[in-house]
């Protein structure tokens, strides 16, 4: 069965027509597990398959030259790009170079890498422990190959048919790339954490400040409020004093009724109306610092109200 094409970035396949670079391409690539790849320019075709790993799914890049197929490492289904299959197929044209020797080129490439990278130091760690132990098994693949002939002439290398060492370099690859976005998304994690921060602060100061204010306002309406009480606990000693002074059990009214019981009884003595007599303002406000220890009241206030109550019944004030 004919596996799909892509020709110079666009995809036929089921009798459709679309471009590998978008929404419905990144779609399709999860559906199949290999395609071929038609570049522009001198290059030739090649097979592109999708295997799986330790970290996912990888796509690799596979052309036959000399009558040997060589293999080249594409990425994640997120890396595959047309640009990227276009790199891959000038990679492919290039003769490969002798296996031991390339696989001691990329474990050179590999730690120069971690060296530089800016992940985090365990992750260094681990990468440079792993560069190690492929090293170690490099120098013991060299001791187990022969030594020169008889005429001097060094034989050629014999190809290392293991591809568990190339899976484990791609994986490193793939691995560093995973640290490194994630590193990008937690320094824009911080970033936009540092963005909140102030923020918040600049609200916290913001409320404070109201806060402040409120309690200033407050304290001003308590103030208040604890004068008028004052005041109105004054006119209401004010008002309990006079209300003993005229309705008390010997109170004015109490005399007035008095009188007027007299004056009812001898109806022929009436000669003028009579004057009720006020106290004194001086002793009624006495009277009332006595019951009222914390009275603001003065003589002019106690002057008036003997006033009032003098021109409500009749009476001339004292």
Known sequence: MAIPSVVQ??????GKVFELDSPRGS??????TSFRFEPTGASKPYTVRK????????????RKVAGKLHKKYVGKSSELSTA???????????????RLQKITQSVTDSVAQSVTDTVADDRLTALELQVQALQQSLEALRGELPGKSDAGDSPELPIVTDTELQTRLGNLETGNAELRRQLENS??????????????????????????EWQEENSDLLAQLKTQREEIEFLEGVNEGLNDQVHGEHGLY???????????SR????????????????????????????????????????????????????
């Open 84 to 98: 990227k299959l276009e790199e891959i197929a000038e990679a492919l044209n290039v003769p490969p170079e002798p």
């Open 267 to 318: 109806p022929e003595q009436i000669a003028a109306p009579i004057a009720i007599e006020l106290p004194e303002a001086a002793d009624l406000l006495n009277q009332l610092k006595g019951r009222r220890k914390k009275s603001r009241a003065d003589l002019a206030d106690i002057n008036a109200i003997l006033r009032l109550l003098a021109a409500e019944n009749g009476s001339n004030p004292v």
């Open 254 to 264: 109490s005399e007035i009724q008095n009188l007027e019981s007299q004056l009812a």
């Open 51 to 62: 295997e799986s790993g330790k970290g996912g799914d990888y796509w690799y890049g596979y």
């Open 27 to 32: 779609t399709w690539l999860e559906s199949v």
């Open 187 to 212: 320094d824009h994690l911080i970033r936009t954490l540092k963005t909140d921060v102030q923020k918040l602060r600049s609200q916290l100061a913001t409320a404070e400040q109201n806060a402040s």
């Open 9 to 14: 970035g666009t995809v036929e396949f089921a």
